[in-house]
């Protein structure tokens, strides 16, 4: 692999940071009074207002790759915006990381992006028209329902919502959580996954399914908090689904292929994260050090006390390490594709955000009793980053993936 960004790759990364310098970061400020004034559960007008001058800027679905020879897409869908390879977006999601609403204003937000994959890759042209269409323009969101409260759902086979034929319907009962964008007005559609058959085979068990939000039988019981967070306006909720029916035609690909989906969907999402995790690393550190600068203790600049000269020189180091390990699984994706990539993708997703919730932490001892409140958004980036240890399948999960497959090296 090639350890130098392409041309074509610099100039995004440039037309990004432009884009972060004149409309991101000065309206962080604007975009927390937002939030926090009158209803919880709202649009943010900021991010409605940049969105535009993110699509005219030629900014807009980034995340999108082009369509490789074991792409298994069923029909094609033309997105507006310009086709990254995952080596080409990786840099460009480190710079949306640097601010945790960034990615939305340019349509390259979860779960969107991994409910936009699975649509293009496995929907039909009725399920593409009816909501891939509006999630790529960015006029609605939505939200990936497979997470359950009374199981262990790292193991996907354990779950238990049910989706059962009833002639020209499917009828869904279950209980879901950590349902993210459930809690946004604009999460129009939900993709459910839940068992047809309990009988198959396991892994041929489950299926996914289109299911709009309005439907009858949907209730949010109520949004969960992390660390006492309730990510509004987005938010993650516990979800309620009590014979919800919905047309046969909104299973996605098949009965059956709920599991296959899946795996196809978790790939790309987990490296996004990833890649954000890294640029959350790089504001942390930069926070860091400006701080540290900032402030005397003891008669002399606390950034001379040898103690944080060794924790900044590991923050940077460990930086650094995991931008070439996520580089490296960006670099496989496109060339030998996810599933061939799938150990070193499970190798980033312990390394990301291990990484980030440790230089996030310093970043709050560097910043005393400021670094806990709400004035310097590290305490809320903690609870962000600390979450996606468990997102999209736990540290321990993944390394046991990990260690299954160097342990066949030996077989």
Not at 75 to 80: K, L, P, R, S, V
Not at 126 to 153: C, H, K, N, Y
Not at 160 to 180: A, P
Not at 292 to 302: D, E, Q, T, Y
Request: net charge neutral; charged share 25%.
């Amino acid at each position: 692999m090639q350890f130098d960004y392409s041309a074509r790759t610099k100039e995004m990364i440039e037309r990004v940071r432009a884009f972060m310098d004149e409309h991101i970061y000065p309206n962080e400020e604007r975009y927390a009074q937002e939030v926090m004034t009158g209803e919880r559960w709202k649009v943010i007008e900021v991010i409605e207002e940049l969105k535009p001058l993110a699509r005219a800027a030629g900014l807009w679905n980034m995340f999108v790759p082009p369509v490789h020879a074991g792409a298994p897409a069923i029909h094609e869908f033309h997105f507006d915006g310009t086709p990254l390879t995952n080596m080409e977006y990786a840099p460009l999601a480190e710079e949306m990381g640097k601010v945790g609403w960034a990615s939305e204003v340019f349509n390259c937000s979860a779960p969107d992006t991994g409910n936009m994959e699975v649509l293009a890759r496995y929907g039909t042209q009725a399920q593409q028209d009816r909501w891939l269409a509006p999630l790529s323009a960015g006029e609605i969101r939505s939200a990936f329902l497979m997470t359950e409260p009374a199981v262990a759902s790292s193991d996907a086979t354990n779950i238990e919502t049910s989706i059962t034929r009833d002639g020209d319907h499917y009828v869904i009962n279950g209980r879901k959580w950590w349902s993210s964008g459930v809690g946004d007005p604009r999460c129009k559609v939900n993709i459910v996954m839940g068992k047809t058959d309990p009988g198959a085979p396991k892994h041929l068990q489950q299926s996914q399914i289109l299911v709009p939000m309005d439907t009858p039988g949907m209730t949010k019981v109520r949004p969960l908090h992390v660390f006492g967070y309730d990510d509004a306006p987005h938010g993650h909720f516990e979800v309620v689904m009590e014979n919800v029916r919905v047309p046969v035609e909104n299973i996605i690909l098949g009965e059956g292929r709920g599991f296959e989906i899946a795996q196809g969907r978790l790939g790309p999402g987990r490296i996004h994260h990833c890649m954000r995790s890294i640029g959350a690393s790089e504001r942390a550190l930069e926070k860091m050090c400006k701080r540290l600068k900032s402030r005397v203790a003891f008669g002399r600049p606390i950034s001379d006390q040898g103690v944080w000269h060794e924790r900044i020189a590991n923050a940077r180091i460990e930086i650094e390490q995991a931008r070439l390990l996520c580089l490296k699984a960006a670099y496989m994706m496109d060339t030998v594709g996810n599933k061939e990539a799938k150990t070193i993708i499970a190798m980033i997703k312990v390394v990301a955000p291990n990484v980030s919730t440790k230089i996030i932490d310093m970043a709050i001892q560097a910043h005393g009793g400021g670094g806990v409140c709400q004035d310097y958004g590290l305490a809320s980036g903690y609870a962000g980053q600390r979450t996606l240890r468990l997102a999209d399948g736990p540290d321990e999960v993944h390394r046991q993936a990990i260690a299954k497959d160097e342990l066949r090296r030996y077989n």
